[in-house]
């Protein structure tokens, strides 16, 4: 099934088109007066150099002017291989449409609303027949049964015109499309955002990249260029502020020489306020009694470092090298 963009505004169909894959554009006199556009011509020049296939309007009262009007365009130094010339259906219009395919011109009969109209159209050779499926939902009919019958017809008669699935509302109308079998679609970009999209595509995708990291980066690259130091000599209600500074649950206390004393943590603060004495705050950082600190390499991979919390069950781990304290991992440090 052709995928083709349905816009004129040209932000939109650069960045549709650096997917690479898609067909050719379909716009309209009315997207373009939308988009402003007043020079027509010189905006189809610039898309035909855009994509791939280039689908335009050829208007007309009578087949005659269609004509002459797709043969003036062609004229601006359009490739006609890569140029559809679009032409409302009518009894002129497949007129139209059956003078430009004797000429090997390539014809999109569209505003197709019934299958009387489509089968005119592919009797006339249309390259492309194209009912208006949100359109016709829009006035209550039902659009996919008049798709399905034009797919229908071109397989038990054996024309050759490839139906066209247009006026796209919703990506639900691009799995109606593919189920019908439709040989076409054309769809605006907002739409066709959405087509890759599903949630548990998202979580599974962020849970590979997330196990991924784990695997492959080392716990000095995850760390933040903190380092939660402290003297000893300084007060808790000091280090209490620095603590808050530097955005961690816990900090790490040290000797006036840089050997490691222990680390303090947020959870020690609350012990120690339960206690009842009235002067802790005034206490050095050097008195308090520490734990052995739960720390891992700067070198060591995530992975381990995930283990590492799983077995402690705490939130920071510092982070060493050489023996000497470097910084705090955070368990959210993690998933950043």
Same mark, same amino acid.
């Given at each position: 099934m052709e995928l083709y963009l349905?816009?004129?505004?040209?932000?939109?169909?650069?960045?549709?088109f650096k997917l690479g894959f898609l067909d050719g554009l379909t716009t309209t006199p009315?997207?373009?007066q939308r988009e402003g556009i007043t020079d027509i011509d010189g905006t189809i020049v610039k898309l035909s150099k855009m994509v791939p296939v280039l689908q335009i309007e050829a208007l007309g009262n009578k087949a005659e002017d269609v004509v002459a009007e797709a043969k003036r365009q062609l004229d601006l130094g359009l490739d006609p291989s890569r140029t559809v010339f679009k032409i409302p259906v009518s009894l002129e219009g497949v007129r139209a449409c059956h003078l430009l395919r004797k000429e090997g011109l390539l014809v999109n009969v569209h505003l197709v609303y019934t299958l009387q109209q489509a089968y005119m159209a592919m009797h006339a050779g249309a390259t492309y027949v194209c009912p208006l499926v949100g359109r016709l939902q829009d006035q209550g009919h039902d659009a996919l049964s008049l798709v399905e019958q034009c797919v229908d017809a071109t397989l038990r008669y054996g024309y050759n015109s490839k139906i066209m699935f247009s006026s796209v509302r919703h990506a639900e109308h691009v799995r109606n499309a593919i189920n019908i079998g439709v040989h076409t679609i054309t769809v605006p970009l907002k739409v066709l955002k959405q087509l890759t999209e599903n949630n548990f595509t998202t979580v599974g995708t962020e849970q590979f990249l997330q196990d991924t990291r784990l695997m492959?980066?080392? +716990?000095?690259?995850?760390?933040?260029? +903190?380092?939660?130091?402290?003297?000893?000599?300084?007060a808790l209600r000091d280090a209490l502020v620095k603590m808050t500074e530097f955005g961690f649950g816990a900090i790490t206390v040290v000797q006036g020489d840089g050997s490691l004393l222990g680390v303090f943590t947020d959870g020690d603060i609350r012990r120690l306020l339960q206690s009842g004495n009235g002067q802790i705050l005034d206490q050095k950082m050097a008195d308090m009694s520490y734990k052995t600190p739960i720390s891992i390499e700067a070198s060591a991979l995530l992975n381990d470092a995930q283990m590492l919390f799983k077995k402690t069950n705490v939130d920071t781990i510092l982070i060493t090298e050489m023996g000497k304290p470097v910084g705090m991992l955070d368990i959210q440090d993690l998933e950043a």
């Open positions: 349905d816009s004129a505004n040209l932000r939109e169909i650069e960045e549709g009315t997207f373009m492959t980066t080392r +716990v000095r690259e995850a760390a933040r260029p +903190v380092n939660p130091l402290v003297q000893g000599d300084m």
